[in-house]
């Protein structure tokens, strides 16, 4: 399987809470909800598209927490493809301290994290999917676990909260697949990993 981060970002980077005033809290976050005012047709066509395209997930604990109190809780998902997928395909959460999931097909991976994600992506299947989670994908970053980056800039500046990326990480090329700016102005970009970046020196003519 091709693993694949999906994060909603700022202009200025933050990836905290996109979704609303309580969704994420920690740190004293009090700009909750910044995406739901730009969050377009086009936006919801690309967020259907890509979830059509999962056989697994691999959720932060933070995020996994969330989307069970939320997609979780979900009496009768019908046909949504959000809903529908989460409730129903594999669940894997990198924890020390998740020992009982409430959430049905729910893995909890432990001790050597880096292999067991190796030999998910080593099984037959579409995409091994990431969303939100932003300790674990700057983790996945980190380690060249990544394979395809979705990157949807909202055109806000929030100007406080967790960012996406590290301050220092992993240098990485990437190759865009896929670019749209929706009607609202939101910067969806598909980008590929192609390696280690390269390096030059700027010359005046």
């Given at each position: 399987?091709?693993?694949?981060?999906?994060?909603?970002?700022?202009?200025?980077?933050?990836m905290?809470?996109?979704?609303?005033?309580?969704?994420?809290?920690?740190?004293?976050?009090?700009?909750?909800?910044?995406?739901?005012?730009?969050?377009?047709?086009?936006?919801g066509?690309?967020?259907?598209?890509?979830?059509?395209?999962?056989?697994?997930?691999?959720?932060?604990?933070?995020?996994?927490?969330?989307?069970?109190?939320?997609?979780?809780?979900?009496?009768?998902?019908?046909?949504?493809?959000?809903?529908?997928?989460?409730?129903?395909?594999?669940?894997?959460?990198?924890?020390?301290?998740?020992?009982?999931?409430?959430?049905?097909?729910?893995?909890?991976?432990?001790?050597?994290?880096?292999?067991?994600?190796?030999?998910?992506?080593?099984?037959?299947?579409?995409?091994?999917?990431?969303?939100?989670?932003?300790?674990?994908?700057?983790?996945?970053?980190?380690?060249?676990?990544?394979?395809?980056?979705?990157?949807?800039?909202?055109?806000?500046?929030?100007?406080?909260?967790?960012?996406?990326?590290?301050?220092?990480?992993?240098d990485?090329?990437?190759?865009?697949?896929?670019?749209?700016?929706?009607?609202?102005?939101?910067?969806?970009?598909?980008?590929?990993?192609?390696?280690?970046?390269?390096?030059?020196?700027a010359?005046?003519?």
């Amino acid at each position: 399987m091709k693993l694949t981060v999906t994060t909603f970002v700022s202009v200025d980077g933050v990836m905290q809470g996109p979704g609303g005033p309580e969704e994420d809290r920690t740190a004293g976050f009090e700009r909750g909800g910044w995406v739901v005012p730009l969050f377009d047709d086009e936006t919801g066509q690309f967020m259907d598209r890509t979830f059509r395209q999962v056989d697994a997930f691999l959720l932060g604990r933070r995020t996994y927490d969330i989307f069970a109190s939320s997609w979780g809780e979900m009496a009768d998902p019908g046909d949504d493809p959000v809903a529908m997928n989460l409730n129903t395909l594999p669940k894997y959460v990198p924890s020390t301290t998740l020992t009982d999931p409430p959430w049905a097909n729910t893995t909890v991976l432990s001790g050597d994290v880096a292999a067991k994600v190796r030999d998910l992506k080593a099984q037959p299947g579409r995409e091994l999917q990431v969303h939100g989670s932003g300790t674990l994908v700057r983790w996945l970053l980190d380690n060249d676990l990544v394979d395809e980056l979705n990157l949807l800039v909202f055109p806000v500046i929030v100007g406080d909260g967790a960012r996406l990326f590290a301050a220092k990480s992993l240098d990485t090329a990437l190759e865009v697949v896929e670019s749209q700016t929706t009607s609202k102005g939101v910067a969806i970009t598909v980008y590929r990993n192609t390696g280690r970046p390269e390096y030059g020196t700027a010359e005046v003519e």
